[in-house]
């Protein structure tokens, strides 16, 4: 949305122009704090759930933009008017796209939640609370385990929010997630970013829940706007631009004790089983296929 | 009788079966086997063999009494499936037309077999083929030649009945048995039209309807085409010794026999263009090595040629230079077996030919193809690597330590500009007999100031502790992501998976293959034994001097491996950084067809082929994939391990087709 708001009120007369100001006003995005943005612009714009600086699905979206509106060769034979009055559509139409996605994808998920089922989830992710609710307003009997989240607490709000749909919840600690993955069907988790590989980055802590489900054999559903999809490709867990939030151990930490701060980590794609996109329910691998297919 | 039944117990029984061949290194033996009648229509009979045991070759085996063979069926089995390829498109063929020409009259046979014994055993006395076989030979094919003749007249698809007729007359006179590695041929089908540069002498009218299903490649143990193509063969050369039973089907020839042939035909030059001459002795004494200076130096030599080509007044362009560039690309395959990267340059050169208009006139075609060529070294090789480099510097940490294997060059690019970066970090070089091609690239390092620890690959599971990225370049990928590289990468990409070390395969597009190979022992390139047998500066360690006198030892030097994409964590190419199940999606994608056609072969599940059609539609690739398999189970397999996992998404649609 903000940058379609930039290709309306650029007074640039060429193509290029109006390349580069969407490019600077991305770069913008990707660096700046939410501040300096009209409220307006925050909420349609599609962000994960932390607004940080290191957002990928943010920096994601704002390439997918870019490539979605500047994409179409026949643009450079029409008068530059014409043109930029399309690329405004074009603009506007990735913005509908992107809050339609989430629609697409609790519909798409409904096939995997059948009644009686446990569903692990963890953090807060507003795509798998749309596919929750959506369940519940099916009427599907189902219930909940949902881990804290620490250090954000973020599984307190999402329990809050499932409560309050009257859907059962039970809260773990993240340490209890090996214990209680016996009763447990199935693991929805959301994603700030889809890498190349078909891994995803996501919120500490999925890894590990990855991990076990894995070796349980339970499946990990993950749900994803498309727009997530990044041209990234971690080899392992440090081969990602670092983000770190602060952990509040309610006591002080004594000095010369050093606290892993990162906010993020990555799940490669041998511990998932599906990606429900808008595009889809797609496989790993497939994340490849898609990003060649846009970008090349 | 249910022959389908009774194999597998002799397949349990571990291959001591008298009909299999042991597997292994084995001499040729007397022959005992009977007269063998084909028998009724029992198309299974190959499915018997389990997955583990190797097809028996076309010589005879220490085989015992005849009675426990099953009178077996390989030929209509082979028969069968050469229907299944060859009437992809044409099921309105009957079986029984091809069944019963595909199982000679049964008086022919004994004879033909015992003398053919002999023959076979004659084939295994060094050089020199007798003359007595081909006398006998010849009596049986007039037999053939008229029901090849009424054959043809039959068949719509004209290609496959010559194929089917010297297969034919190949499993008459060899075992039924031996019938299975003319199946091997045929099942082995997927591969470059560069192969069939082979056979257009044989069958030029064909050459159009040959166009979407890709010639089967010679294989070197059917002696008939190895006759032929002797025949035709630019330079002659002697087979080598002692061969290794389970190479049998690829080229060996005995090193350094065809110079001084090749010196005598120096001082003809309508033969041969002289930049190709040149560059073919410099790929048989092994001067130029390595994928991309292979490819360089060969599109150089026919940019040369092409330049002082002159066309012959009542000839085609097209036509002439694509036949001379055929022979050029013969004469380079007698020199040493084609690179899948220069079978790829040269399947796109013909392409450039073939579409040349024909309004052009001489000068501008040979002006355009010349720059067409510039062009394609350019843009996929020389760009190329660029690209590559440039995404791999962004994996490479301060203080890490990187390995690499042989010597790559896109390797070598890749540390030297991130040591311009200003870079942090050390390389370990794993090198292996008999070439030791990592001393070039050590050598080239520590000039450049990078510190080096180079080590022999029997020390790699010593050294990987310390590793933290592996790069390895590759001669190909194949479409099903196993990587075909230089022997010994695969032990290293292995050992990397096992220490969790993540491997990154560097790789220019243009070298990837629509084909899928599942071991390495279908296609590869077997080297000089005498290399092994040799070490150099070291007199003293020549225990292997007179190797090729002992019978019972056999040298193999093979020269490329296959690693399977499991251990492959990234793969790195002008188009990016992906997963190695991506490379389907880039082969589909810069192939010119719309309809692609690929039989997959395997060498070790015969009966098992599998068919891939992709579409192109406006969306993307779609790929039915339709899988004529004898079992659930072997068609999960054979999903797995061509597609990695049965659930992946270039399947659209997967259609069964009924058990023939």
């Known amino acids: 949305m903000a940058l379609a708001a930039v290709i309306r009120s650029s007074r640039a007369t060429t193509m290029m122009e109006l390349e580069i100001e969407l490019k600077k006003a991305s770069d913008k995005l990707k660096v700046d704090s939410p501040d300096d943005f ?32 500047t994409r179409t060769s026949h643009l ?53 609370l749309e596919v929750l609710k959506l369940a519940a307003s099916n009427r599907k009997l189902f219930r909940v385990l949902c881990t804290e989240g620490r250090p954000d607490r973020t599984g307190l709000r999402m329990s809050n929010e499932l409560a309050a749909l009257g859907i059962p919840v039970k809260v773990l600690i993240d340490s209890a997630v090996a214990y209680s993955m016996d009763e447990v069907d199935m693991v929805f988790v959301g994603a700030d970013g889809v890498v190349e590989s078909g891994g995803i980055i996501n919120m ?27 041209r990234l490709y971690p080899l392992d867990q440090k081969d990602m631009t670092p983000a770190h939030r602060p952990i509040d151990f309610g006591v002080p930490v004594p000095t010369g004790v050093e606290v ?21 329910v797609l496989t790993p691998s497939v994340v490849s296929d898609e990003l060649i297919q846009l970008y090349l | 009788m249910d022959i389908r039944r009774a194999p597998p117990s002799r397949a349990a029984s571990g291959g001591v079966e008298p009909r299999f061949r042991q597997v292994g290194f084995v001499t040729a033996a007397e022959p005992a086997r009977g007269p063998v009648a084909p028998a009724a229509a029992s198309p299974t009979a190959s499915d018997g063999l389990s997955p583990v045991m190797i097809p ?17 069926s390989p030929p209509p089995a082979s028969s069968y499936l050469l229907e299944v390829v060859s009437d992809l498109d044409d099921y309105a063929d009957d079986d029984d037309i091809d069944v019963s020409w595909a199982r000679p009259p049964p008086p022919a046979l004994p004879e033909p077999n015992k003398r053919d014994l002999t023959e076979t055993k004659n084939e295994h006395a060094p050089t020199s083929v007798a003359q007595k076989p081909k006398l006998s030979k010849a009596e049986r094919r007039a037999i053939q030649e008229s029901q090849r003749a009424a054959k043809a007249a039959a068949k719509e698809a004209g290609l496959k009945p010559t194929a089917m007729a010297s297969d034919a007359s190949t499993k008459i006179s060899k075992q039924p048995k031996t019938a299975k590695t003319s199946l091997k041929k045929v099942v082995n089908q997927v591969n470059p039209p560069v192969a069939s540069d082979k056979k257009t002498g044989e069958r030029p009218p064909d050459k159009d309807r040959k166009k979407d299903i890709p010639q089967p490649r010679m294989q070197f143990d059917d002696a008939h085409r190895v006759v032929k193509a002797k025949k035709r063969s630019v ?25 001084p042939d090749l010196e005598s035909k120096f001082l003809q030059p309508d033969l041969m263009h002289p930049s190709v001459y040149k560059v073919g002795l410099q790929y048989l004494s092994g001067d130029i090595s390595g994928g991309n200076a292979r490819c360089i130096a060969m599109l150089l030599a026919f940019r040369d040629a092409i330049n002082d080509y002159s066309m012959p007044a009542e000839k085609i362009l097209n036509r002439d230079l694509t036949a001379k560039i055929s022979s050029y690309v013969s004469f380079l395959i007698e020199c040493r077996p084609l690179s899948i990267s220069m079978g790829n340059a040269i399947r796109f050169l013909k392409n450039r030919i073939t579409k040349l208009p024909l309004a052009l006139s001489e000068s501008e075609a040979k002006v355009s193809l010349q720059s067409d060529i510039d062009r394609f070294i350019n843009e996929k090789i020389i760009v190329a690597d660029k690209v590559i480099v440039s995404h791999a510097v962004t994996k490479i940490r301060d203080d890490d330590v990187l390995l690499t294997f042989g010597s790559a060059s896109v390797v070598e690019m890749i540390f030297d500009h991130a040591r311009e970066l200003g870079k942090k970090f050390r390389v370990v070089v794993v090198d292996s007999r008999p070439n030791h091609e990592g001393q070039r690239l050590l050598r080239r390092l520590v000039a450049k100031g990078i510190s080096c620890t180079y080590t022999h690959i029997n020390a790699v599971s010593y050294i990987m502790q310390e590793v933290t990225r592996v790069f390895l370049g590759a001669s190909s990928v194949l479409s099903n992501g196993t990587v075909y590289s230089r022997v010994g990468t695969a032990s290293v990409a292995m050992v990397a998976h096992a220490f969790g070390v993540p491997v990154l395969v560097c790789c220019e597009a243009y070298k990837f293959h629509e084909r899928v190979q599942l071991d390495s022992i279908c296609f590869n390139e077997l080297g000089d034994p005498d290399a092994i047998s040799r070490v150099p500066r070291d007199e003293s360690l020549s ?41 389907p999606v880039i082969v589909i994608g810069s192939t010119d067809v719309d309809h692609l056609i690929i039989v997959v072969g395997f060498k070790f599940l015969p009966a098992r082929i599998a068919v891939l059609t992709v579409h192109r539609t406006g969306h993307g690739t779609r790929a039915h994939m339709c899988t004529y398999a004898k079992s659930k189970a072997v068609y999960q397999q054979l999903m797995f391990s061509v597609f990695g996992s049965p659930s992946e998404n270039s399947i659209f649609g997967i259609r069964r087709m009924a058990d023939w």
């Open chain 1, 204 to 230: 500490m802590g999925t890894y590990q829940i990855a991990l076990v489900a894995h070796s349980m054999n339970k499946p990990v559903y993950v749900a994803a706007e498309s727009y997530k999809f990044a």
């Open chain 2, 56 to 72: 028996p070759p076309l010589i005879p085996v220490p085989a015992p009494a005849s009675e426990s063979l099953m009178p077996s």
């Open chain 1, 76 to 128: 450079e034979h029409e008068k530059f008017d014409a043109a930029k009055s399309r690329l405004i559509e074009r603009g506007e139409k990735f913005g509908e796209i992107s809050l339609k996605a989430r629609k697409t994808i609790a519909m798409l998920s409904q096939d995997f939640i059948h009644d009686g089922c446990t569903i692990l989830v963890h953090g807060y992710s507003r795509v798998v």
């Open chain 2, 235 to 259: 330079v002659s050369q002697s087979e080598a010794r002692n061969r290794v039973e389970l190479f049998r089907h690829l080229p060996q020839y005995a090193h350094g026999t065809q110079l």
């Open chain 1, 38 to 69: 009209t409220c307006s612009a925050a909420p349609s714009f599609p962000v994960a759930v932390s607004w940080d600086a290191t957002s990928i699905s943010l920096s994601a979206a704002c390439d997918l933009f870019m490539r979605f509106v």
């Open chain 1, 260 to 280: 892993e701060t990162s906010a993020r980590d990555y799940t490669p794609p041998q511990y998932l089983t599906l990606l429900l996109t808008d595009l889809g």
């Open chain 2, 543 to 583: 225990h292997l001097k007179n190797w090729a006198e002992n019978e019972n030892l056999h040298l193999l030097n093979l020269k490329y491996d296959i690693t399977p994409s499991d251990y492959v964590s990234m793969l790195i190419t002008d188009y990016g950084m992906l997963p190695p199940t991506s490379v």
